[in-house]
């Protein structure tokens, strides 16, 4: 009960914390016919993690924009989570005035300082799970940090970086549960997931392929993956199914619930941008290739602060692969 105290008063303290994004604007499935990379079509994807531009430094027009911003305005806009712990959360016994930090909130400090010359030159935009391609489309955001999976389906409505963390999916559910997995035990379960995840999509598919128990209740959403947690807590459900990633670090918050059994698939995060921001996506490529040089601060230092208690000091395992780039000419 303790726990389930403290996780529920961080989720409503930042909540109070960051402005949210909520627009209800579906988003399109616009395909890229001026754009000379991307294939638009998700029948024809092969490898989404591949399908991204390579590095460059040149400013182009989407960045011209940013750094045309005046004043207080000159600041990149990004879309982050304000609630996931160790990624992108507000930390509320860090002394200072709960400002957002994690592993995503490192990785668009980098970018910032790049492009503007200031790690500090954020303003960010708290989106929940299933507004992230949204608020991309309409602009409301230049880019979206906030651990999000690469997959066919999304790059038909977003450009993505090149991949800067590995994880899969895995099921989180209390130390005392029978639950042993992604398996039979789940059977007559309620199972929680965020919407518009790869999570539900998974669990939508294998219900419809049989590979899921039949009686699975996987009707339980929510806007953001945390939510799932809190509803475990309450014993509104037995399960969640996340990125294993955000799950270790749930399961950190909250000492009565695990990780159950091995992860079910192999997923990439990236950067999200729009589909026709050819010149931020080939900076950011660029910036990705520089950051996981940098031993000293980049990616290694970041994940040893925030990620090695949860997910191991040994980062092999969650580093992502060299980058493949698509061939434009």
């Not at 409503?12 to 914390?17: D, I, K, N, P, T």
């Amino acid at each position: 009960m303790a726990a389930m105290a403290v996780v529920c008063a961080l989720v409503a303290l930042v909540a109070l914390c960051l402005p949210l994004t909520t627009t209800t604007k579906t988003a399109q499935n616009t395909t890229a016919t001026t754009r000379t990379a991307v294939t638009g079509a998700e029948e024809d994807c092969e490898a989404p993690e591949k399908q991204t531009l390579s590095p460059s430094s040149a400013d182009g027009d989407t960045i011209r924009k940013i750094k045309d911003r005046e004043g207080e305005k000159r600041k990149l806009i990004v879309g982050v989570d304000q609630n996931s712990y160790r990624w992108g959360y507000r930390n509320p016994n860090s002394g200072k005035a709960a400002e957002l930090e994690g592993f995503d909130i490192d990785l668009v400090h980098r970018i910032a300082e790049d492009i503007l010359g200031d790690p500090d030159a954020v303003q960010f935009k708290a989106i929940p799970t299933n507004q992230r391609i949204p608020a991309i489309q309409d602009g409301s955001v230049d880019m979206v940090v906030r651990t999000m999976t690469i997959n066919c389906e999304r790059i038909a409505d977003v450009a993505f970086s090149a991949p800067y963390f590995k994880t899969g999916q895995q099921v989180l559910a209390p130390k005392t549960s029978p639950v042993k997995g992604y398996d039979d035990t789940l059977a007559g379960r309620k199972v929680c997931t965020a919407a518009g995840s790869t999570a539900h999509t998974r669990l939508e598919e294998d219900k419809k392929s049989g590979e899921l128990p039949a009686d699975t209740d996987i009707s339980t959403t929510v806007p953001n993956q945390l939510d799932c947690l809190v509803r475990l807590q309450l014993g509104e459900v037995d399960a969640v199914v996340t990125d294993g990633a955000l799950a270790a670090s749930q399961a950190a918050q909250d000492p009565t619930v695990e990780l159950k059994g091995d992860a079910f698939t192999a997923e990439y995060y990236g950067v999200a941008m729009k589909k026709d921001a050819d010149d931020l996506v080939r900076r950011v490529n660029q910036i990705l290739v520089d950051y996981r040089k940098d031993t000293a601060n980049g990616w290694q230092a970041s994940y040893s602060r925030w990620l090695s208690a949860t997910l191991g000091k040994d980062p092999k395992k969650s580093e992502p692969p060299a980058p493949q780039y698509l061939r434009t000419s």
